[in-house]
């Protein structure tokens, strides 16, 4: 069986998770409140806002040994309690003073699951 990071994934908003519950998902959203483990004893866990200022909890297998700020990308399966069980997640730079919008981003998401004949999720396989 493909693993996680090897099929396709919708982009989602806070919004949206209710409907890929148990799913794999992407997730851009702005770190909110880390709990590292010398704050919070998992230390497992973080919060990201989407476009909209809505919060959604990510939750990790091994502890963060950093911190986290700014704009990420989250790849994971949905749990039942809405929450994000993170594969793994990637700190998008924001120096050179070029600006994450994450605002016109949720809004082209929009955009993508409003029209998904335009826009599939799916890859069809060749061959």
Do not use: W
């Not at 973080?46 to 200022?53: I, K, N």
């Not at 809004?107 to 999720?121: G, S």
């Amino acid at each position: 069986m493909a693993g996680i990071l090897d099929v396709p994934k919708p982009r989602v908003t806070c919004s949206m998770l209710t409907q890929y519950i148990s799913r794999p998902v992407c997730f851009v959203g702005r770190v909110e409140k880390v709990r590292i483990a010398s704050v919070h004893p998992t230390g497992k866990t973080f919060t990201v806002a989407d476009g909209e200022g809505k919060i959604a909890t990510v939750e990790l297998n091994d502890p963060l040994e950093e911190e986290l700020s700014g704009i990420v990308e989250v790849i994971g399966m949905v749990s039942n309690k809405g929450a994000i069980m993170a594969t793994t997640y990637n700190v998008l730079r924001e120096d050179k003073g070029i600006l994450f919008d994450l605002e016109l981003y949720t809004e082209a998401l929009k955009v993508i699951h409003d029209f998904p004949q335009h826009y599939p999720f799916v890859v069809a396989a060749s061959g």
